[in-house]
Structure formats: C-alpha cells, structure tokens
T-cell receptor, first 111, second 112 residues
C-alpha cells in the first residue's frame, strides 16, 4: 500500500514568487491536512480538507491556500513568498480522522 | 534538519534501557492523542495512538499512558535500540476539530 506522496521534495524560490505543493494521500483516505514545520515554531496546522471542502484552517495569512480534488489529491499554494515561509511542509492523510499518516514533506527555501 | 536550532528537551539513555518520554497537553477537551517519531530529513512516523476514554495502550515495544486529570501523556519504549534515536512528538486533537496540535518534541539519543 503506497504511503502519502508529496512533490516536489525540494524547492527553491525567490521572495515574491508563488509556489504550489502537491500531496497524494493513501488510497481511500479522504481527509488531507497540511502542516508547516520550522525550527522556531515547530509543527503548525495550516488547513484540512475532506471531500473537496476545507473543514478547518489554522492561523496563517491568506497567502496560504489550498484545495482538494475529487480523487482526494490536494495542493497548497503560497503566494508572494517571504523569507519566513522557508519550512518543511508536511501533508497527512487519514480515513476517519484517526491515525494520521504523514508524507516525507516538501522542503521550501525562499531566497 | 527541521529540528536543528530548536532547543528541544533531550533524553539520553543507554542502549537496552527503557525510555520514558513525557508530554503535557493543553486542552481538556482533546479526545485523541498520537505519538510520532521523526528522523532527520523525514516526515513524522506514526508510533501509537490513544483515545481519551482509555488510560493505557500497548504496541510493539511501546506503551502510551494517558492521565487526563493532569493532562499528561507519556511514551514508554522498552529495550531502547540505536534505531530509536529521533525526535518524538506528542499530538492532541481537539474534539471534532480535525486538526492536530503538536508538542515541541523531545530528542532521544541512545548511548552505546
């Protein structure tokens, strides 16, 4: 059974640009959550999608957005990148809201 | 790695000893708790979970204890091995919120 797949694994962007990250959940999992991990703030919740609907959102500015497709794959987008957006972005999938399985993450570096 | 620079509590144990990692959670309404292990360059790996209607759950070499009275969670690892070296996070889910709130993490190092 394939795990959670995140692409790309690494990304370098310039301030002011935008970026789109992708997450393919475990087959059959309909809930996808996104987290940001930084050395200073640890792991912080960004948002969660279920059946193409955003159910929960964390305390991040509107530059951070996401969506989920009918096949449960999810994307997150960050517009007008800032240096502080450099982080490991993690996606987790689950079936009934238990047993969240994480992907390996996308490491975003903003220069 | 993502945990470099973060001043994490550190636990050092001898190989073969038992490890106990502690976590204080924040919300008395949390209904579900998970322990994760994160190795450098990897995403968090699920270890074990427990619901709020339980106070103990055992897995292979691991046990999670939940004390709701003092909002405390612990992870016990039996016969610690070198491969157990990692950062361990506890996470709580606020009832119905469908989001996890993570603790700061504890770095476990194994001495040969």
């Amino acid at each position: 059974k394939a795990g959670v797949t995140q692409t790309p694994r690494y990304l370098i962007k310039t301030r002011g640009q935008q970026v789109t990250l992708s997450c393919s959940p475990i087959s059959g999992h309909r809930s996808v959550s996104w987290y940001q991990q930084t050395p200073g703030q640890g792991l912080q919740f960004l948002f969660e999608y279920f059946s193409e609907t955003q159910r929960n959102k964390g305390n991040f500015p509107g530059r951070f957005s996401g969506r989920q497709f009918s096949n449960s794959r999810s994307e997150m987008n960050v517009s007008t990148l800032e240096l502080g957006d450099s982080a490991l972005y993690l996606c987790a999938s689950s079936t009934t809201g238990d047993g969240y399985t994480f992907g390996s993450g996308t490491r975003l570096t903003v220069v | 790695g993502e945990n470099v620079g973060l001043h994490l509590p550190t636990l050092s144990v001898q190989e073969g000893d038992n490890s106990i990692i502690n976590c204080a959670y924040s919300n008395s309404a949390s209904d579900y708790f998970i322990w994760y292990k994160q190795e450098s360059g990897k995403g968090p790996q699920f270890i074990i979970d427990i619901r709020s209607n339980m106070d103990k759950r055992q897995g292979q070499r691991v046990t999670v204890l939940l004390n709701k009275t003092v909002k405390h969670l612990s992870l016990q690892i039996a016969a610690t091995q070198p491969g157990d070296s990692a950062v361990y996070f506890c996470a709580e889910r606020f009832g119905g919120a469908q989001k996890l709130v993570f603790g700061q993490g504890t770095r476990l190092t194994i001495n040969p």
